[in-house]
């Protein structure tokens, strides 16, 4: 069962314009979302988060929307580079501080064109 | 600092072939976790530890994975015997179970398997 789902395999936009990435989740227990990028041959680095009890969150060209009652979230890019394409994956994190493990998406490949 | 260390960062070998993925985590972390990075189901979660001690290996696929971690600083995946399916990018990744934050994972760069 995928609780985490990023339904977009892959999503191309114009620099300077808004890159918009969403992620589903079904689990309403998770307390934390995650977004981590991912370029070619590197492991994925965290970019920012969100506790469950908020519905923004804001770093620099950077935004995170949560919707618990639709039990989604979307991370904003604006506006967007070139150094901004990667893939770009969803996480959610449950369980107390000695069992966390965070669930990730499938993944979105974002391509911005210059 | 180094980050997550994994080796080997690529793998090609045969069908019914062993293979041992190696990770050393950063030091002062104590939780490591093992995952799987494939196209359709993205990164599946196989195994974490928190102080050494496996936690939750619900995400080991089958008997033929097994994971250890002797000690603080190192970490095995092993395969045996390997199967075509098993072609994936394996990462670790680690993080300190006792500063309170939101579960960020530091990973490593991976180690490419490709099963013949």
């Known amino acids: 069962d995928q609780q985490v789902k990023q339904n977009s395999p892959s999503l191309s936009v114009q620099e300077g314009r808004i890159s918009i990435l969403n992620c589903d989740y079904t689990n309403s227990m998770f307390d934390y979302f995650l977004w981590y990028k991912k370029y070619p041959a590197e492991g994925p680095t965290f970019l920012i988060s969100?506790?469950?009890?908020?519905d923004k969150n804001e770093d620099g060209r950077f935004t995170v929307f949560l919707n618990k009652s639709a039990k989604h979230l979307s991370l904003h890019i604006v506006p967007s580079q070139p150094g901004d394409s990667a893939v770009y994956f969803c996480a959610a994190k449950k369980g107390s501080k000695g069992a966390q493990k965070l669930v990730f998406g499938q993944g979105t490949r974002l391509t911005i064109n210059p | 600092d180094a980050g997550v260390i994994q080796s080997p960062r690529h793998e090609v070998t045969e069908m019914g072939q062993e293979v041992t993925l190696r990770c050393k985590p950063i030091?002062?972390?104590?939780?490591l976790f093992w995952y799987r990075q494939t196209m359709m189901r993205g990164l599946e979660l196989l195994i974490y530890f928190n102080n050494n001690v496996p936690i939750d290996d619900s995400g080991m696929p089958e008997d033929r994975f097994s994971a250890k971690m002797p000690n603080a600083s190192f970490s095995t995946l092993k395969i045996q015997p390997s199967e075509p399916r098993d072609s994936a990018v394996y990462f670790c990744?680690?993080?300190?179970?006792?500063?309170?934050?939101?579960?960020?994972?530091?990973f490593g760069e991976g180690s490419r398997l490709t099963v013949l």
């Open positions: 990744a680690s993080r300190s179970l006792t500063v309170a934050n939101t579960g960020e994972l530091f």
């Open positions: 030091s002062g972390h104590n939780s």
């Open positions: 969100i506790s469950s009890i908020k």
